[in-house]
Structures are given as C-alpha cells and as structure tokens.
C-alpha cells in the first residue's frame, strides 16, 4: 500500500469519466424508465431521475434540448430517454445526458404516422396536382372543429375582423377521442353533399401527439383528399404535423392563421378599390392627355394654321408652268422665224428678179410666154422685155440664127 | 346572395377593366365607357363590402327529423 502512488480524487474522477466517454454504448444509449424527482428549472435546464423496480439514475436535460420537448415531463410519466452517460466530476456521479426524450408508447404512434403517410403519399394523396386553389372571395366558409375551445373562438374572432362578407358555419364535431375521425368524416361529407360552403377549414388546437390523432387518421386523411370543396388544414402548433397538413390543399399553422389565409383582409380590399380607382382615373388622364396631344401635333400643322398656304403654292406653280409655256413658244417662233429668213435668202439667190439686177431680161412674145429661142417669135411680133425696174415695149426686127448652130 | 354573386363577378369585371385601360391600344370611346363602367364597379364592390353582414351559425342536428340545421351561433362567451 504505501509503495503505491496516490492519486487525487479529481484524478481518478477524470480517468473514469475519459473511460466512459470512450465507450460505444454509454455514448448512444436509449434508456426505458420513470420520471421522478422531476425539476424544471428557470434557467430552462430540466433535472430529474428515471427509475424501474430496480434502480434510479439520475438525468439531465439542457436548456437546448429541453425546449424541443412535444410534451410536458411530469413525474410518474413513463419516457424513453436518448443520451449519453458521463461523469460529473464535482460530485463523482454519473448520470444520464438526454438530448432527446419521448413518452413511452407514443413511439408505436411515430411508427404508425410514418408508415401511413408513405403508404398516402405512394398513394399519390399528396399530390401537388390534385390540390385545388382556394376561392379568394369566399362567401361561406365552412369550420369542422370542436364547438368550444380556443380554436373556433380564434377562427371566428379572425374571420369577423378581417373579412365580415364572408359567412360563417360550424360543423361542431369531436377533435380527440375515439369517436373523433368519424365525426370529422362525416362534417366533411356533409358539407361536400350540400355544397354548404365554400371552402373548409378543419383542425383544432394545440394538443398531445394523441390529442393531435384523428387528424392522422388514414378515413380523415382520404375525406379531405376525395373532398370537392377546398380544405385547409389547421391542426395544433405550428411544429405540429399532421397526415391532413400533408393531404389538405392548404396547411396553416395554427386555426387563426387558417382563418387568416382563407379570407382577403377588408381593409386591404377596400384599399386595393381606392387603389384601382386612382388607376382608373389616371389611366383614363394619361389617354385623354395622349388624344389632346395628338390633336395639338395636327392644329400645328402648316396647312391647318393657313389652310390658304397650299393654294398660293398651287398658283405659284401655276404661274411658273404657263410663263415656262410661253417661253417655249417664243423661243420656237424665234428658230422658225430663223429658219423662214435662211429660207427667203436662199430664194432670193434663185429669183430672176436678182438676175435683172445684174443687167439679164426677160422677153416674152404676145403670147405671153417667154422667149428662149428664134423660133418662139416672127419678125413684127410684139414684144415686152422685162428688166430690173419695168418693163420695155419693142417690136422684132430681124431673126438671126447663131453661126455655129446655123452652121452646125 | 344574389348581392354575393354579384360582388365576385363586378371584381373580376373591374380587374378586367383596368387590364384593359393599362393596354395601349384603346381608343377615347372605348377609354370613356370603360372609365365609367370602372368607377361604377369600385363603388359597387365598396358598397357592397360595407353593406355585408357576416352570418355566423352553427350546424345542429334536428331532434326528429335528423337534418343538420343552421342555427346562430353565439357560442363564444368565454
């Protein structure tokens, strides 16, 4: 004994709490038990023991965890508790970390949910395409819930101050119990049948998960999916799931806020009036300011403020045309008056009367013809001789014949 | 009801109206007579939103004959 080294108890404590922390079981480890010595406390830590007929072991739960909790720990109530098993060295005690903790038997509930609501949806229940849109004016709007109770209370409070046009009517039925889903079936049947409203809401308030169960049940589930009048889900919490949030055209997260999505806000309807009523009229402003504009960019036209401007042009042109016409024609007179003087000068050249001029006559017999030969005229014929400036009087004398030709 | 019937169908109206006046080609005519049939829908669907008096009521099961009847519902005195 005295040859062997002491350790302290922090030591030792240390080394058992290193031992455990590397042991695969105590780091994942579900325990079975009942809660007792059950503490809440206000830092939001919970503390308490779990025990069976042979043993106690002491549990906490943090802050962080504690708050994540569906139900209210009471002492008594049997839990399954997940975790890990450490030491706390200041007191050399081991005890139970739970990071996650649920009632016991509620686990078979979490097996059935999640069966039935892969089964639904292989279905095709949950289908986005089957789901109907929700009518944005509704003129009925049908609750199936409990008569009494928060939920009604908080859907009726929420429909009266946001949108007073639309009626209200409540199918009471049973939300827990064994009667429960039945009741739900039939409310929406009926509604369905009569065509007694518009669109539905069904749900209730907050509750445990088997408060929460008719709403998954697999006979509600298939009422709100064959339903023709849009159904809304509204069931507990906003972290309260269930089949019907999942198979319902809408979830809201609680009954208010089922309330709120069903109807349009008055207010904000009467606003979106005014709003379309100012729309209304500077749409209306905008076409008449573009028809006076366009009336403007005609009266400023040329032609429309001298409507006369267009005749003067007209004349002018007029004007230019006939003065260009008359050009024309002058200056054709001109070229044959040209031509006419070429003409009469080259008839001139050709004229007998220009040989006269030169000292030539002309002879004519009485006959009048002119004489170009002897032969045309006898001795003692009369004769008349044209020359340059009149005319001469004569009488044949003689005829002599030229020698050549006499000869010839 | 008949007032109900008419609301949803003057809104979609009106929607429609002012669908087409933000279109550009319209002309004065067209402009004018929507302009009035607009105006006269906005004061309708306000009207007819103020003149609304909500029905609450609850479903009951007659005693003899079975049917669910609609009766007031003043169930929310707490």
Redesign the interface.
Known sequence: MQERQAIFVTELNRYIKELMERNDVLCDVLVKGELSNFKAHSSGHMYMSLKDEGGVLRAVMFRGNAAKLKFKPQNGMKVIAHGRVAVFERDGQYQLYIDDMQQEGIGDLYVAFEELKNKLNSEGLFDASHKMPLPR?P?KVGVITA??GAA??DI??V??RRF?????????VLVQGENSAASIVEAIR?FNM?KAADVLIVGRGGGSIEDLWSFNEESVARAIYHSEIPIISAVGHEIDFTISDFVADLRAPTPSAAAELVVPS?VE??EK?NN??N??YS??NR??ER?SLRLKQQAEHPLMRNPLSKLDEHRMYLDRISQEFADGCTEILEQRKQALKMTAAKLDGLSPLGTLTRGFSVAKGETGSVVKSIADVQVGENMEITVSDGTIQTVVQGLNGRKADING | MDKKQNFETNLKQLEEIVRALEGSDISLEEMLSLFEKGIHLTKECTTALDEAEQKISILMKNRETGEMVEEPFGGLGE
Do not use: E
């Open positions: 004016y003129k008569p009494t009604i209370r009726i409070n429909l009266t007073s046009y639309s009626d209200v009517v409540l199918y009471p009926y009569k008055q309807l009467k009036f379309v009523y729309r209304l749409q209306a076409i008449i028809a």
